[in-house]
C-alpha cells in the first residue's frame, strides 16, 4: 500500500535505542515497545539489532494459533491478537521462527508489532522507521532502498522451512536467499560451563 | 456435508478459520434476515402439507387373528405374538381370570394399560372376556 516498504538492516544498527521509544509512542500499543531488541555475541562485540516483526506470506503464528485469534490483514500486515479471543496459551511465541511475538502477562494477550497499523494504514511510516538515526529501520520506496549496497530479500530458510516475508532483510548482495540453522547460533555449545558434545 | 463444498485442497477448519481477513466470510444482518423468513416460509408450507395429509389420511384396517386358546394362560402368565405382521412384536398377559391386556414390545404407551378401544399400531389392546371370545383370540 502507498508504495512503501519496509526494509530491515542489522549491520547498520547503532544500539540507540530510538526505536523502542519511539515504538511505545504508537497509539495501537500505548506505552508498550513491539521492537525486538537483541546484541549480537554479546562477549565479544557491542554490535545490537533492532527488527520488527516480518509479516510472513503464511504467517506460522496464526496458523497455530488454537482460537483463530490472529489475523493477516488484505495488507499483508500480521495483527496483533484479538483481546476477545486470545487465550494466552503461548503457542505463537513457541512457533514463530523469528521470535516475535511477546505475550504480555498483565493483559493476558499477545502483542507484536503490527507496523504501526493506524499510521502505516494512512500513508504515514512507523514510529521506529521516523526515528532510526542510521535507517537502520527504514521504510521507503524500492527504489530508494536500490541505491544501497546491501541488496533485499525477504525469503528466509529455517532448516526445511522456507518463510517468505512482507519485511525484507539487507543481505550481502549475492545472496538472495537468508539461511539460518538455529542449533549453528545457540551459545550453549561453547559455554565454558555447558558439557560439549561428543 | 462434503457435497456442498467447492473443491479445495484444504481441510474445512481451515477454510472456516482463516488467517487472512479477506477469507472470512460475514453473514449481514439482510442474509441473516433472509434466511430466518424463508425458513419461516419453509416450515409453514411443511406444516400446511402435514395438515393436508392428515386430512386425507386413512387409518389402516387390520384383520382378525387368533392369538391364544381361552386358558392357555395361566393368570399372571403371558405369551408374545405378532400383529399385524411379523415383525410388530406385542404380549399378551393374563392380569385376571376374566382379563387379559396387550401390549406392543415396541411402544408400551409409557407403561400404561391401554384403555377400551386404544389402539397402538393397529391392535386392540385391552378387551373384556367376551370380546375376546368375539375376536376369536
Known amino acids: ?198 | 456435508m462434503t457435497w456442498l463444498r467447492r473443491g479445495s485442497s484444504e481441510p474445512l477448519w481451515k477454510e472456516e478459520f482463516p488467517v487472512r481477513t479477506a477469507d472470512e466470510r460475514y453473514v449481514t444482518r439482510r442474509q441473516l434476515t433472509k434466511f430466518l423468513v424463508l425458513t419461516s416460509l419453509g416450515m409453514f408450507v411443511g406444516n400446511i402439507w402435514i395438515l393436508i395429509r392428515s386430512i386425507f389420511y386413512k387409518a389402516p384396517i387390520y384383520g382378525h387373528q387368533p392369538v391364544a386358546q381361552l386358558g392357555e394362560i395361566p393368570v399372571g402368565g403371558v405369551k408374545l405374538f405378532s400383529y399385524p405382521s411379523k415383525d410388530d412384536h406385542c404380549i399378551l398377559i393374563r392380569t385376571a381370570e376374566d382379563e387379559y391386556v396387550g401390549y406392543s414390545q415396541k411402544c408400551t404407551h409409557h407403561g400404561e394399560l391401554c384403555g377400551e378401544h386404544a389402539v397402538i399400531l393397529g391392535l386392540i389392546l385391552r378387551r373384556s372376556m367376551q370380546s375376546v371370545r368375539r375376536l376369536d383370540l
Open chain 1, 1 to 198: 500500500m502507498f508504495g512503501y516498504e519496509f526494509y530491515v538492516d542489522p549491520s547498520r544498527c547503532i544500539g540507540c535505542r530510538s526505536c523502542l521509544q519511539a515504538c511505545e509512542e504508537c497509539a495501537t500499543h500505548r506505552g508498550k515497545s513491539m521492537i525486538n531488541f537483541d546484541f549480537i555475541e554479546r562477549k565479544e562485540s557491542i554490535s545490537s539489532a533492532a527488527y520488527v516483526c516480518w509479516h510472513c506470506d503464511e504467517p506460522t503464528c496464526a496458523q497455530v494459533c488454537p482460537a483463530d485469534a490472529i489475523k493477516k490483514g488484505e495488507d499483508g500486515i500480521v495483527h496483533s491478537s484479538l483481546k476477545p479471543r486470545c487465550i494466552a496459551c503461548n503457542n505463537c511465541v513457541l512457533a514463530c521462527p523469528f521470535g516475535i511475538p511477546k505475550m504480555m502477562i498483565p493483559e493476558q494477550q499477545m502483542m507484536k508489532c503490527d507496523m504501526c497499523y493506524d499510521r502505516t494504514s494512512i500513508g504515514k511510516r512507523p514510529m521506529c522507521a521516523t526515528v532510526c538515526p542510521s535507517q537502520a529501520l527504514s521504510y521507503v520506496r524500492p527504489e530508494e532502498i536500490a541505491y544501497r549496497r546491501e541488496k533485499p530479500t525477504n525469503i528466509f530458510y529455517f532448516g526445511s522451512q522456507k518463510i517468505t516475508t512482507k519485511v525484507y532483510m539487507m543481505a550481502p548482495a549475492e545472496r538472495e536467499a537468508i539461511a539460518l540453522d538455529v542449533v549453528d547460533y545457540m551459545w550453549e555449545e561453547n559455554h565454558d560451563l555447558v558439557a560439549t558434545r561428543e
